[in-house]
């Protein structure tokens, strides 16, 4: 079971993460890398499988570099719920310990 200090930590690597995939210039960027690199490979002739492979590749690195983010960002709300909820609990156990 993770501690408080793991929560606090994956919950803000998920904002920060979050604010990441959020920003524009990020996006940008990313959408400009995955167009391109798709052009290219619709431009590559069939016979260039190693060039076609290397390619699919980068896509699927793009790809994986935005489900890594949107994972520390789910991490981060699951981090910040159960922080909620032992917040909750102290509270509560306060209460029947008065």
Not at 39 to 51: L, S, T, Y
Not at 61 to 69: A, D, G, N, P, Q
Not at 78 to 83: E, F, V
Request: aromatic share 6%; charged share 35%; with cysteine.
């Amino acid at each position: 079971m993770s501690n408080d200090a793991d929560l606090l930590d994956q919950q803000g690597r998920g904002q920060v993460a979050l604010q990441l995939l959020e920003n524009e210039l990020l996006k940008e960027a990313l959408d400009a890398i995955d167009r391109e690199v798709m052009e290219q490979w619709i431009g590559c002739p069939a016979r260039d499988k190693e060039g076609k492979e290397a390619l699919w590749q980068l896509i699927k690195t793009s790809r994986k570099f935005r489900e890594v983010l949107t994972g520390y960002i789910d991490t981060g709300k699951l981090a910040a719920h159960k922080l909620k909820q032992y917040e909750e609990q102290g509270r509560i156990a306060k209460l029947f310990r008065q």
